[in-house]
């Protein structure tokens, strides 16, 4: 099984709806990052969260919120999605003091806003 | 303005040569890390290599290099011996600051396509 996963995989919804996107790691990792990517500007981080009870914005977090739920569960909603916001997004885990600090990405989940 | 920089939007090379990403990087904080990722056309992340602002040699794995020039601000990736299945996206980042304390965040340049002729 994969350690770090994203649900759905591939989406697509309309103007105006709420959706959620959701990420559960078992690799036991504290911290937790939703980023999206655009073509041409790479990823950008929107939420990060170092364990169930700290959150933080990111580079691009307007029209973005996220619920920590558990240490291994991290959800990002589009409370009401608009078209910009087409891309593919990615949640990542690591683990703080351990050198390097890798990041280890699920396979991403394929929005698209029409 | 950019913290990092990857001017080489698509790369081109035969089979079996070897070829250089081109990555160059912004900061004022002595303490940081430079990492590369690739990513294959099914889209997920994968880690490479990483090089420390204080490691004294340029890191390797396998046939990755780091081409680390600090004075350049540079961390250009060396892929040696190129295979069919190194042609996907690779992605430059940096994270600011030492390990624990700097909230493990990545900034990622533009990416670079590759495509490995055979």
């Known amino acids: 099984d994969a350690d770090v996963t994203q649900t759905p995989r591939n989406r697509i919804t309309k103007t105006g709806k709420r959706i959620m996107l959701e990420c559960s790691q078992t690799k036991g990792h504290d911290r937790m990052y939703w980023y999206r990517q655009d073509p041409g500007l790479g990823l950008r981080l929107i939420y990060y969260s170092f364990d169930v009870k700290d959150i933080n914005k990111g580079e691009i977090s307007d029209g973005y919120s996220v619920s920590r739920q558990a240490q291994a569960k991290f959800s990002l909603s589009l409370e009401s999605a608009i078209p910009n916001q087409t891309a593919l997004y990615f949640c990542?885990?690591?683990?703080?003091?351990?050198?390097?600090?890798?990041?280890?990405f699920g396979p991403g989940t394929r929005l698209l806003v029409l | 303005a950019q913290k990092i920089t990857q001017t080489q939007p698509g790369m081109f090379v035969q089979e079996k040569e070897a070829v250089t990403l081109d990555c160059t990087y912004d900061t004022s904080d002595p303490s940081y890390g430079l990492f590369w990722y690739k990513q294959p056309s099914s889209g997920e992340m994968i880690f490479l290599i990483y090089?420390?602002?204080?490691?004294?040699q340029n890191a390797t794995e396998g046939r990755y290099s780091l081409n680390f020039q600090k004075a350049r601000k540079s961390a250009n990736l060396v892929i040696s011996a190129s295979q069919l299945g190194d042609s996907a996206m690779y992605f430059c980042?940096?994270?600011?600051?030492?390990?624990?304390?700097?909230?493990?965040?990545?900034?990622f340049g533009q990416g670079t396509i590759l495509t490995v002729h055979p």
């Open positions: 980042a940096m994270r600011e600051g030492a390990g624990g304390t700097s909230y493990g965040k990545l900034t």
């Open positions: 090089q420390g602002s204080y490691d004294q």
């Open positions: 990542a885990t690591s683990v703080p003091g351990q050198e390097p600090e890798t990041q280890y």
